[in-house]
């Protein structure tokens, strides 16, 4: 006897299991990889242009990492900062922050069909950015 055939209510809920598994580990993988990459370039800024600090700081990872336009990049803070820095209590921005609204920006877009994400995000992205930065 079937799931499917035995009537049950629960009858069927482990149907397409295996590939929420697999989105759930591409979110996560993708999640790592782009923290990873968004704190590198952070970091080899520091090191190459120190006068650059803050948004400027930001706002060049943000056009290097997406190959957007400055004010394209401009529009992503600002869109990060309405995500992240303005509720519940408002403070200024993080470079935590902005990386946090890329990888979900990525993750949304790269499968139309899914409708939010299947991780949380922030842990994996906390493992990787430091809270100060």
């Known amino acids: 006897m079937t799931y499917e055939s035995s009537g049950s209510p629960r009858a069927g809920w ?18 790592r990889r782009s923290s990873v990459e968004s704190l590198r370039l952070f ?14 700081r930001y706002e060049e990872v943000v056009a290097r ?13 600002r869109r990060a ?29 790269a499968d139309p069909s899914v409708v939010g994400t299947r991780t949380r995000l922030t842990t994996i992205i906390a493992e990787v950015i430091p809270v100060h930065l």
């Open 14 to 31: 482990l149907e397409g299991w295996p590939l929420q598994f697999l989105g759930a580990w591409h979110e996560r993988r993708n999640a």
């Open 43 to 56: 970091r080899e800024l520091a090191a190459t242009q120190p006068a650059l600090t803050g948004l400027a």
């Open 65 to 77: 990492r997406t190959g957007l336009p400055r004010e394209d990049a401009r529009r992503v803070l």
């Open 81 to 109: 900062e309405d995500s992240f820095a303005r509720w519940p209590v408002e403070r200024p921005l993080k470079f935590r922050d902005v990386v946090q609204y890329l990888v979900v920006h990525e993750c949304l877009n």
